[in-house]
């Protein structure tokens, strides 16, 4: 069972989504990280079959329970941001969970768009689309 660790102090901002989250991620057989540079967070890695690696955290959640899950592959820039409700985080999660193991949300891979270098490439070429 994973459980906040008793030396974060007694108030938890993360009190309302816990519960889920950690259910969540024992099933899947993930290790959470609970603190960063002195800041409570709650945040996990996954890599995939292919080894790309992806880093996924969760905000502070509102009064209401809504947060928003943020994920991006670690030797990239961009971020995904999922803002779910309460009742929604498990299967935002679930989402999250197979956009970064199989590649997609449906199995297809995830088009990025490509670096820089070739970008200018294809222009130079006269090949890209405008």
């Known amino acids: 069972m994973i459980e906040r660790p008793a030396e974060l102090g007694p108030r938890n901002p993360y009190a309302q989504i816990d519960p889920i989250l950690f259910s969540w ?21 996954l890599r995939n079959a292919r080894n790309r690696k992806y880093e996924v955290s969760l905000d502070y959640p509102a009064d209401d329970g809504g947060t928003r899950i943020h994920i991006w592959r670690t030797d ?11 009742a929604q985080l498990r299967q935002n999660l679930d989402s999250v969970y197979d956009l970064a193991m199989k590649g ?6 995830t088009w990025l ?6 970008r200018l490439l294809l222009r130079w070429l006269r090949l890209d689309t405008p």
């Open 25 to 45: 991620a024992e099933e899947y057989g993930l290790r959470l990280c609970f603190v960063d540079r002195e800041d409570e967070v709650r945040c996990f890695r």
């Open 104 to 109: 997609g949300p449906t199995g297809q891979p």
């Open 76 to 86: 990239d820039r961009g971020a995904l941001t999922i803002a779910t409700g309460l």
């Open 113 to 118: 768009p490509p670096p820089r270098w070739i």
